[in-house]
């Protein structure tokens, strides 16, 4: 005895997704059943969307449902600043901030020889086709502070040496609020080593 | 700036489901992203597939895409002993346990007066109608271990004072392996109670 084949399903599904196991599934899947109709349908239908739909944008690769997506079709915008990320949901964190009013570049992931992931797999000619096009003035690399995202960081610098354009970071160190003796050692250093003047 | 449509309302539909919260919602919708063509087919397909094929079952209330369950539906079972469980999911646990060999009957709910859930509400004529048409001998509650469940399993047994039916309620103790420290007081005391003789 289990249970019916479509929950069956539903089960094996949610079991695709990250962080979900054996009884979160069995729980979602059988939490479908008391939603709504209008949920129950939008939620099919998002689903079967998401891939027809949802296609990277033209120039910085972030999703959208046009060739362009919403930051580069603005054109309020200051279109020679690239701030590079490499996961499109870091772009919603940066806007939900609010004081960066420049475009934005979505890299398809970060440099990993040992995974197989090398400098030409990152989508990283089309970050360098806009600096030449659009006459970007400077680059703002905000990736994943791990060792992939130095690397990747250290491989735009060097690309771009030849260029006029300034290359810069966003800063590593202690976050706000943060229990100092929770913070790791790396994080430690590296806060003291880009340590800021206060006072003369 | 926010996500496209699309996976805006994926997001929503996530945040419908029990335990999921903003940010698992979003995690979730991404991640929908990168699931193979047939399993996203398979997902949408079961969402809407739940709506529309799951059904209770004539008999027991259990889950079931036909008629009657898997269960019902098996000759080779005991008919004359009944499991009265407040949970699809529950009759599962049993089955994988793979000792009881009877029938089940799976309530609404549970009586709970000050959420509205009276005693009509919970699916019980059903059971009295299979416990006379069916000749039953015995009644095994087993619904959850609260104020609800305890309401509910007196009330059961008032109700079949009259007939000749025995009622059973599954054991209360301490389970198997668990940390004693870590029980709390309402178990140790029925575990207490409900002591077995293990030497004359």
Do not use: W
Request: glycine share 4%; aromatic share 4%.
């Amino acid at each position: 005895m289990n249970y019916p084949p479509t929950i069956r399903h539903l089960i094996e599904c949610f079991k695709k997704l990250p962080g979900i196991g054996e009884k979160t599934a069995e729980r979602l899947a059988l939490s479908i059943l008391s939603l709504d109709d209008e949920v129950n349908d939008l939620f099919a239908d998002s689903i079967k969307n998401v891939k027809t739909k949802i296609k990277r944008c033209q120039k910085c690769n972030n999703l959208t449902e046009n060739d362009l997506c919403d930051i580069c079709s603005d054109t309020s915008r200051d279109k020679q600043v690239i701030c590079v990320v490499d996961d499109p949901k870091n772009i919603i964190l940066f806007e939900k901030v609010g004081s960066y009013s420049g475009m934005y570049h979505v890299l398809n992931n970060l440099i990993s020889p040992l995974d197989g992931i090398n400098p030409e797999d990152i989508n990283l000619e089309q970050l360098i086709k806009r600096i030449d096009e659009d006459k970007i003035k400077e680059i703002i690399i905000a990736v994943k502070p791990s060792i992939e995202g130095e690397t990747t960081a250290l491989y735009i610098v060097k690309l771009l040496e030849k260029k006029d354009v300034v290359v810069s970071k966003i800063a590593n160190g202690i976050p706000i609020g943060a229990d100092m003796e929770y913070i790791d050692a790396l994080t430690l250093e590296m806060a003291l080593e880009d340590r800021k003047k206060i006072s003369e």
